[in-house]
Every structure is written in structure tokens, then in C-alpha cells.
């Protein structure tokens, strides 16, 4: 059974930081690209951070280049965004997404966590 378990969210102020986790079981973690989208409310889902299979590439969003990085560890099945500098206009909820390297057309999603902005 795949999942795709997010954690770490909370009630942080401008400015602050937080450390978002994903947990993966189900499938081969080293096969997937891994990637961080958002939603904040009454917007669409938006794409935020990859991290290549092997790690080796990242690539972010313009709106949280230099604050947001993404990392993983194979070993560990999982994948953090490290998020720092919080704005409140980063209110949303986060969500993790696994994309197959050999296989665009498999994906699966994580339930996501909340991370709320405000003082």
C-alpha cells in the first residue's frame, strides 16, 4: 500500500521557520522524483520544490527561492522542506508528491499538513 505521510506543520509567526516531513512506504522511494505543491485557500494547488531521485538536482519556485529547501533521504524513505523566513502569504496546505523518473503517468499524493502564518 503506498503512502505518502506529511508532517510538521503548525502556527508559526512572520519570520519563523518550520521543517516539513514526508514519509514514503509502498513503493520504491530511489525510482521517484519528489516534489512539494501547496494550496493555500480559495487558490489552486501550486507546485513549490523537486528534488530529483538521486538528489542530485532541485529546482524551486521564484516566490520561495532562497527561503524553502528540499532534500531527501533514500535510505530513510523520506523528504523535507526546510521552510525559513515564513510570510504570511506561505499560509497553505502542504502537500507531498511522488513522481515516477521512468514513469510520468505514476504519481501519488501525500494527505498534506497545514502551515499557518500569522502573529
Known amino acids: 500500500q503506498v503512502q505518502l505521510v506529511e508532517s510538521g506543520g503548525g502556527l508559526v509567526q512572520p519570520g519563523g521557520s518550520l521543517r516539513l516531513s514526508c514519509a514514503a512506504s509502498g513503493f520504491t522511494f530511489s525510482r521517484y522524483i519528489m516534489r512539494w505543491y501547496r494550496q493555500a485557500p480559495g487558490k489552486e494547488r501550486e507546485w513549490v520544490a523537486t528534488?530529483?531521485?538521486?538528489?542530485?538536482?532541485?529546482n524551486y519556485a521564484g516566490s520561495v527561492k532562497g527561503r524553502f529547501t528540499i532534500s531527501r533521504d533514500n535510505g530513510k524513505s523520506t523528504v523535507t522542506l526546510q521552510i525559513n523566513g515564513l510570510k504570511a502569504e506561505d499560509t497553505a496546505v502542504y502537500y507531498c508528491?511522488?513522481?515516477?523518473?521512468?514513469?510520468?503517468?505514476?504519481?501519488?499524493w501525500g494527505q498534506g499538513t497545514q502551515v499557518t502564518v500569522s502573529s
Open positions: 508528491n511522488a513522481l515516477d523518473a521512468a514513469n510520468n503517468n505514476r504519481k501519488y
Open positions: 528534488i530529483t531521485n538521486t538528489g542530485g538536482n532541485t
